[in-house]
């Protein structure tokens, strides 16, 4: 097989505990994310906790995360609920296209997501759900072109609006999000936040 691209420099192993060390600084709510790799057809992240978050990505993409220190929760959204999905240290989770999720990530846990490079003119979401009535409360639209930037500002741009952060259902607004303190297991899945 012969190919007429000119092949590439592969990048060195990264040992990404230590990576994470080094970037420590630059891991900051609310997403508490940066690139690892970024390449032609995927990019991975690296994820730290805390992060502060209750909006829900939504994309066409599929999304893989590896949780390498820690447990986090993974909300998404099902049959029109909120549904907590824990992924333990040293799990995996695959989250298909169209599922709205959110990842919740106490202190001290570091993740892995692998995602796909979306093409030009793909879009996807940042939803916001009222924690009352679970009605869709905001539906940002956007062609992410860097998901590290634009994610913290539209959750920015949310918080800050009171019209739009507030339910129509209920009028329950959604609060600015805080980190997470702890994930308590028992008798049934907590989010203890600041």
């Known amino acids: ?12 192993p990264i040992n990404v505990l230590q990576w ?22 995927f990019f991975v992240m690296v994820i730290a906790g805390p992060n502060a978050r209750n909006d829900f990505h939504l994309t066409d993409s599929e999304e893989y995360f590896f949780q390498l220190k820690g447990d986090i929760i993974v909300r998404i959204i099902e049959d029109g609920r909120i549904k907590d999905v824990p992924v333990r240290e040293g799990g995996t989770v695959f989250i298909p296209g169209g599922v709205p ?3 919740t990530r106490p202190p001290d846990t570091i993740g892995i997501v692998v995602e796909r490079v979306r093409p030009a003119g793909e879009s996807e979401h940042l939803q916001f759900y009222c ?14 072109k860097d998901i590290v930037e634009h994610f913290a500002q539209a959750m920015k741009d ?16 959604v609060p600015v999000g805080t980190p997470i303190k702890k994930i308590i297991y028992e008798p049934e899945v907590q989010i203890i936040r600041e």
């Open 131 to 144: 924690d009352n009535c679970c009605e869709l409360v905001h539906d940002v639209e956007f062609d992410c």
């Open 101 to 103: 999720h959110s990842p």
């Open 158 to 173: 949310f918080w800050a609006d009171e019209n739009l952060s507030t339910c129509k259902n209920c009028g329950t607004r």
């Open 20 to 41: 994470v060390q080094e970037h420590r600084e630059e891991l900051k709510p609310p997403v508490s994310n940066k690139y690892l790799y970024d390449g032609k057809d």
């Open 1 to 12: 097989m012969t190919t007429t691209q000119t092949p590439q420099k592969m990048l060195p």
